[in-house]
């Protein structure tokens, strides 16, 4: 496979005002003669047939993404607003402020959710069970949801009776694999290995594990250690250092992001050692690494791509006038590019 990097972000600016035609699939109330509440817009949805209607121009899709401060998601952010423009719709997008804060990110859907300002909905949640009820409420007020780059718990989900009509990600083992595959390609049978995992339970970072183990253990490496720093730059510093000095014959670790792996970078220059240090994202700063001869490789993601796709899929639903209980959802994988010293 050739390997190549592309760079490019554009920077568009959306507009935030609301539009009609989007609280149609909303539950609101409104007063009647006697005083009394009564509720209204679901039905009213499926009587004139709105959402079937749907032109171009007069949608609003509320996008809940894991945080907007690291440049993974920001890529992710800027390509769903491009597509956004592209297909004539408006969209909000936003995160929580770190990717501990679950249970703010709840708070954040369920506030979007409530406001009745929405026609649909993408989620990239912070765990594959934080965001499962407020999917299913969502679902039981006659929205669609699209899943986004970190897997909503499938089994749960549907036991709830809550669906998704979507669910793009990244192909996170092959992630791991290729990352694997690269180190052992540098090293010979019987050394060992490293891997500094995300966060204990993310869907996405224990697909990239075991996509690298799978690797390691092909090729016959022996895997000294592998535990979770977070995502976080500190700890994984924290972590490698440790790694390094129990283990006298390290020769390689993989991080399951570029954060982490700038991290064991750092603790690798410091201990003076040759380690090779492998992370995930293509982030900029990593690529940069890589071309300066710090980190060996990164495995690049396209965290544009992803969202841009799960936005598409999202509005072909609604337009197409799905419903939550009879969706049938499609899951597409984007597949990774390995990026090392040699093809920048």
């Known amino acids: 496979m050739k390997k190549k990097l592309l760079a490019t972000m554009l ?27 009564q509720t209204a817009g679901t039905d009213a949805a499926e009587d004139t047939g709105a959402a079937e209607a749907a032109p171009t121009g007069d949608e609003k899709y509320g996008i809940v993404i894991k945080v907007l401060s690291s440049e993974f998601w920001q890529s992710m952010e800027q390509g769903i607003r491009d597509k956004a423009e592209e297909l004539g719709v408006e969209v909000e997008v936003l995160g929580a402020s770190s990717e501990d804060a679950v249970e703010e990110q709840v708070t ?22 934080n965001l499962v009820n407020t999917v299913v ?19 749960t989900l549907t036991a709830q009776g809550g669906a998704v009509v979507s669910f793009v990600t990244t192909d996170n083992q092959v992630v ?14 019987g050394d060992e290995v490293a891997i500094i995992e995300g966060k204990a339970g993310a869907t996405s970072g224990e697909d990239r ?27 994984a510093y924290d972590l490698a250092t440790n790694l390094i000095s129990k283990n006298d014959n390290l020769k390689a670790i993989y991080c399951c992001n570029d954060t982490m792996a700038m ?12 380690i090779i240090i492998v992370g995930t994202d293509g982030n900029s700063d990593a690529i940069e ?17 992803v969202g841009a796709r799960s936005l598409e899929l999202l509005v072909e639903a609604y337009r197409a006038g799905q419903k939550p209980s009879d969706v049938e959802r ?4 984007i597949e990774p590019i390995l990026i090392t010293i040699d093809e920048n």
Do not use: H
């Open 137 to 155: 409420e969502a679902n039981e007020s006659g929205y669609l949801v699209a899943n986004i780059d970190e897997e909503v718990n499938a089994d």
């Open 108 to 129: 954040i859907f369920e506030t979007m959710l409530q406001s009745g300002e929405y026609c649909a909905f993408g989620v990239a949640p912070l765990s594959d069970s």
């Open 176 to 189: 791991g694999k290729t990352a694997g595959e690269y180190i052992a390609s540098q090293l010979q049978e």
């Open 263 to 274: 991290g064991a970078q750092e603790a690798a220059v410091n201990s003076g050692k040759d």
């Open 11 to 37: 920077i568009v600016s959306m507009g935030a005002t609301l539009l009609s035609g989007c609280g149609n699939s909303a539950k609101e109330t409104e007063a009647t003669a006697d005083g009394t509440e």
């Open 209 to 235: 594990k075991a996509g690298c183990k799978e690797a390691f253990e092909a090729a016959g490496l022996t895997i000294a250690d592998s535990q979770p720093a977070d995502w976080d730059k500190t700890k």
């Open 289 to 305: 690494s890589v071309k300066a001869g710090g980190l060996t490789a990164t495995v690049a993601q396209n965290p544009a791509e």
């Open 330 to 333: 499609i899951d597409e994988r």
